[in-house]
């Protein structure tokens, strides 16, 4: 019985991950929760469905009114958060929780000794050169760099020629960005293919969410920047690809099913038959596999590029920027198209150091600075709507 800690139950992963342990009750128990508190209702269904012996809850006033209505043990903020990943009991961590929140207890639990399941990308883009130090504690979950984690295991990491991450492209990439000027939130939460939260979903149109990922591969990986490519799979059928030296290319098939790689996850390093979308070629007999280069109007991979070559503190600056980008545009507050100018201005004001010994107190603060100076240049500029 291998006993799970979840943090992020109330999102779209944590849901498919209760899914998966629901259908393995002899091999998985889901031991502990952690959310932001944002759905007390969903979380306290969830521990009277599942029974998890504690709920770690971001927000102290959700923490109570939960606390009321359930018999697990509840927590309060991110020490409760860093509290169960702590536990004893524990024997994986699935790293969830969305945003820079997720960084400290995902690296607490890697410092216990932990295994992570790590869906959290936020935390390897911050924190990647210190959570590098227990990479080999870490399966990724994200589809792409699960498949590019099969695809390399017991390969010489010299041997690789390319990474290449798929992207669905979201519902705007055939768009001109002349097209793009007017989006409105309702059709940039129409992903085409996946089904997710709001953040990550925006994230997906403006590619944001695959620049983060190239970042991630870097970390995860060890391979060079110049060594990684993005390219759009609108099928989403091909989660990654590795380009050998010798020119031989291994893909990574299945069907667009988060269950599928969450279930490699847990099992890692077995493998447990599932009934999760089973693949068979009959699928693809009239499905044509398309394959298409990034627009170059979609900034975001661009940044990517940029803050790996400048190192230090700049990955976070990116996504907090970011973070706060996304929440402006889905409160109505900007336009589509002023994420990516939010996010390329506070990357320009920075003019504090450059870190290369980073500690979780120095992208703390750094982060903290990126998130007010994206608010104020937002408030500042004419894009900003009242």
């Known amino acids: 019985m291998r006993k799970i800690c979840l943090l992020g139950s109330t999102g779209s992963v944590g849901f498919q991950t209760i899914e998966v342990i629901s259908q393995n009750p002899d091999l998985l128990k889901l031991h502990s929760i952690a959310t932001y508190g944002r759905n007390p209702n969903t979380i306290i269904n969830q521990v009277n469905k599942y029974n998890p012996k504690y709920v770690a809850v971001y927000d102290e006033q959700t923490a109570k009114k939960i606390a009321e209505s359930v018999k697990a043990k509840v927590l ?112 940039a939460l129409k992903h085409p293919v996946w089904k997710m939260g709001h953040k990550i979903t925006i994230d997906s149109a403006t590619l944001m969410n695959k620049a983060l990922e190239i970042i991630e591969a870097h970390f995860l990986f060890s391979v060079p920047p110049e060594k990684i490519k993005a390219i759009i799979h609108p099928q989403s059928y091909v989660h990654s690809l590795v380009v050998l030296k010798d020119n031989n290319v291994l893909a990574h098939i299945a069907k667009p099913d988060m269950r599928i790689p969450i279930s490699y996850a847990l099992f890692y390093p077995e493998r447990q038959e599932n009934n999760f979308s089973p693949f068979s070629f009959t699928d693809l007999y009239n499905k044509k596999l398309e394959f298409y280069e990034i627009p170059k109007h979609f900034r975001s991979i661009k940044f990517a590029y940029s803050v790996l070559s400048l190192g230090g503190v700049f990955p976070t600056i990116l996504n907090a920027a970011n973070e706060v980008a996304v929440d402006l545009f889905i409160q109505g507050k900007i336009g589509f198209l002023n994420i990516f100018d939010i996010v390329e201005d506070t990357l320009s004001c920075y003019g504090g150091n450059n870190y290369k010994d980073l500690t979780v107190e120095i992208l703390e603060e750094v982060n903290d600075w990126a998130r007010k100076t994206a608010i104020d240049l937002a408030k500042k500029s004419k894009i900003y709507i009242n």
């Not at 903020?77 to 207890?105: N, R, T, Y």
């Not at 295991?153 to 097209?179: M, V, Y």
Request: hydrophobic fraction near 45%.
């Open 76 to 187: 309060v903020g991110i020490e409760g958060i860093m509290q169960i990943v702590e536990d004893d009991e524990v024997d994986l961590v699935v790293s969830a929780i969305v945003g820079f929140i997720g960084l400290k207890p995902t690296l607490r639990a890697l410092e216990k000794g932990k295994q992570v399941a790590l869906a959290n990308k936020e935390s390897i883009v911050v924190g990647g050169k210190l959570i590098q130090r227990y990479i080999d504690k870490i399966i990724p979950v994200d589809s792409e760099h699960s498949a590019i984690f099969q695809l390399i295991q017991n390969r010489n990491i010299q041997d690789i020629k390319e990474i290449i991450l798929t992207a669905s492209g979201g519902p705007f990439w055939r768009k001109k960005q002349s097209q793009l000027r007017n989006v409105k939130i309702e059709d």
